[in-house]
């Protein structure tokens, strides 16, 4: 147990090391004042998203970007509650009068796939006017100079693919902060794994690439059985594919804002809906990552409970928190300061002893278990 323990938390000060230091080596983005050129197909699936859409809505018209380079596309994803008469209730106000208003058109989702959301994105991308497509979530809040900062990123830059900065809502309870510290350190690991040359993660509420691209990789293509992953899965075919063209847009004028889970057993779902697709990962650095994590967390729970059952030195027990401690806290520190959410921190204690619980169920559920996501269950 002593050597396997040493030999686990060597991999992890080794992983959370290399991933510090890429975050450090990803430069921070600041838009030159250019005249806009880029055009962008901004597509958004949904479903029964009607409380969300609204605030969506409000904030894409409050885009500081001109109006006729860009579209939004809204996937209806088969909703059963009033979300499309939500969005043409929207659209006929007087603050989308037609003569100003961007173009958006409501389109309904061609199944056909185990994967509503891959789905749906492919089905807008046959209709999409431009080449660039963007895509975001329903329940998001779009930054004014949003499309502004991805036009001047590509027009500096040689880019195919953009990964975008995402955080959650600020919100008040240690459930919310839970939320988004977690959220912090998937960024951290996010921006790190660029910053090392092996990008693994990205975020689809934020996320960015060529219309070309996405064709030449073909699309969804062979991981349509598995529900979830629509960012993922194509950010490794497109990285495999164009692994010079694959950026980071670290720019505070970017960042998009997206809503926590309410309860805990909506945040289980979630989570248990994105631990799936790991076992699909294609590179085998995000395989080793998340096996690295794993372990560690299960290493933590392992040990304190052997502790308390008088089988395990306090001393090693000690050692084993303080070293992780420090290590998830570097890791999130520099990212709550891009953010703007170092009040986060707060609940950090509380939530860096309750983190390895979480993670290690909802690992271990999510091989055994299916999930329910918008209505819908998805089996194992």
């Known amino acids: 147990m002593l050597v396997t323990g040493f030999i686990i938390t060597l991999l992890y ?4 090391g290399s991933l510090i230091r890429g975050f450090n080596k990803v430069p ?7 005249k806009s050129k880029t055009t962008f197909t ?17 904030s894409i018209q409050d885009l500081k970007y001109p109006i006729n380079l860009f579209e939004v596309i809204l996937v209806d994803d088969d909703s059963n509650d009033n979300s499309v008469e939500v969005i043409k209730k929207v659209l006929d106000t007087s603050r989308f009068r037609r003569d100003i208003r961007t173009d958006i058109s409501i389109i309904n989702n061609e199944r056909k796939t185990n994967a509503p959301k891959k789905d749906a994105i492919t089905t807008a991308i046959h209709s999409a006017k431009h080449e660039w ?24 830059t040689t880019t195919k693919c953009i990964v975008g900065p995402v955080k959650y809502h600020d919100a008040n309870g240690f459930l919310n902060h839970f939320q988004s510290l977690d959220l912090l350190s998937l960024q951290g690991a996010t921006i790190g794994g660029f910053g090392i040359n092996r990008p693994f993660l990205c975020n689809g ?11 030449a990789v073909n699309g969804f293509e062979g991981n349509t059985n598995i529900a979830s992953g629509d960012d993922i899965f194509l950010l490794e075919k497109v990285a ?4 010079k063209s694959v950026h980071y847009l670290k720019c ?7 809503k926590p889970q309410k309860t805990w057993a909506d945040l289980f779902s979630q989570r248990m809906r994105w631990a799936a697709k790991t076992s699909a990962y294609n590179t085998v650095f995000a395989k ?41 806290f570097l890791l999130i520190y520099k990212k709550a300061a891009f953010f703007n959410q170092k009040h986060l921190f707060k609940s950090y204690l509380l939530g860096f002893f309750v983190y390895p619980f979480f993670s290690v169920y909802v690992a271990f559920a999510s091989i055994f278990k299916g999930y329910s996501w918008k209505g819908r269950t998805f089996k194992k």
């Open 13 to 16: 000060v080794l992983l959370i």
């Open 28 to 34: 921070f983005f600041k838009p030159t004042e250019t």
């Open 42 to 58: 901004v597509i958004v699936p949904f479903r029964n998203e009607a409380e969300n859409l609204p605030a969506l809505l409000k």
């Open 133 to 156: 497509i963007i895509t975001t979530d329903a329940d998001c809040l779009l930054p004014e100079l949003w499309l502004n900062s991805f036009d001047a990123f590509i027009q500096q």
């Open 205 to 215: 509420a934020n996320f960015a690439y060529k219309k070309s691209v996405f064709n």
């Open 240 to 243: 495999k594919t164009y692994p």
């Open 252 to 258: 505070e004028g970017a960042i998009v804002s997206t």
């Open 288 to 328: 080793l990552t998340g096996l690295i994590v794993l372990l560690m967390n299960t290493l933590f729970v392992t040990a304190l409970f052997l502790f308390l059952f008088n089988s395990f030195n306090a001393k090693i027990l000690l050692y084993i928190i303080v070293i992780k401690l420090y290590l998830d």
